[in-house]
């Protein structure tokens, strides 16, 4: 069973729909990541989710909006696409605790293409 | 604001040889450094850490090396092998908050 999944995997839509991307993961962990990487291939953080709470929001343009109904999903709904949105999202998950070495667990990332 | 930079985009060795890959920071509160190896059409996936309270740390072909005085990581591999080319990008971690470099393509020829 894959561990951190993504879906869709590829996305092609027009300027101006409304999309979204969820995530899952099935490892236990309490903290979900979004993270975009451009054309520069530059993995940026976007949103941290710690136990369903909003714990780091970047500089995002407030059509993007991250929902975690529970500790195992955070989905990515997108309003109003533009072109500039076309980018690798991955998302990850990581577990905290006193010997946590902050690694991440990412999932295959989703392909979204705005035309 | 890149806080964490990988200056050369592109490395290429030769099977059996040692691969050097060097990152820099500039914030001076990151607590964990790691190193990602990334495939086409893959998630990054974790190789390797180091606390900032270490300067070392060896896993098998593997080794990371941290100079915080010059804000400068970086990850051997010995010996290099063709499987090993890959995007290796280098992160670091304050409490929830990892940063990223560009990354750098290894390409290890045999």
């Known amino acids: 069973d894959t561990a951190v999944s993504q879906t869709p995997k590829y996305l092609v839509t027009q300027m101006g729909n409304d999309k979204s991307i969820k995530c899952e993961q099935n490892?236990?962990?309490?903290?979900m990541y979004w993270y975009k990487q451009d054309s520069k291939k530059f993995l940026k953080i976007m949103f941290s989710?710690?136990?369903?709470?909003?714990?780091i929001n970047e500089t995002v343009p407030n059509r993007f909006s991250p929902k975690s109904p529970d500790k195992a999903h955070l989905n990515l709904h997108i309003n109003s696409l533009e072109l500039g949105d076309s980018a690798v999202y991955f998302c990850?998950?990581?577990?905290?605790?006193?010997?946590?070495?902050?690694?991440?667990?990412f999932g295959e990332g989703s392909r979204l293409t705005v035309l | 604001d890149q806080q964490v930079k990988q200056n050369s985009p592109s490395l290429s060795v030769q099977e059996g040889r040692i691969s050097i890959l060097n990152c820099d920071y500039t914030?001076?509160?990151?607590?964990?450094f790691l190193w990602y190896k990334k495939y086409p059409a893959e998630g990054p996936t974790f190789l390797i850490s180091?606390?900032?309270?270490?300067d070392k740390n060896e896993d098998g072909r593997f080794t990371v090396f941290l100079n915080k005085s010059a804000k400068h990581l970086s990850l051997h591999i010995v010996p290099s092998q063709p499987g090993d080319s890959a995007v290796y990008f280098c992160?670091?971690?304050?409490?929830?908050?990892?940063?990223f470099g560009a990354g750098t393509r290894l390409t290890v020829k045999p």
């Open positions: 990850a998950s990581s577990q905290e605790g006193p010997t946590n070495t902050g690694e991440l667990f």
């Open positions: 490892l236990g962990h309490d903290t």
């Open positions: 989710y710690n136990n369903k709470e909003l714990i």
């Open positions: 914030n001076s509160m990151f607590d964990y």
């Open positions: 180091i606390s900032s309270i270490k």
């Open positions: 992160a670091a971690l304050f409490v929830f908050d990892m940063r």
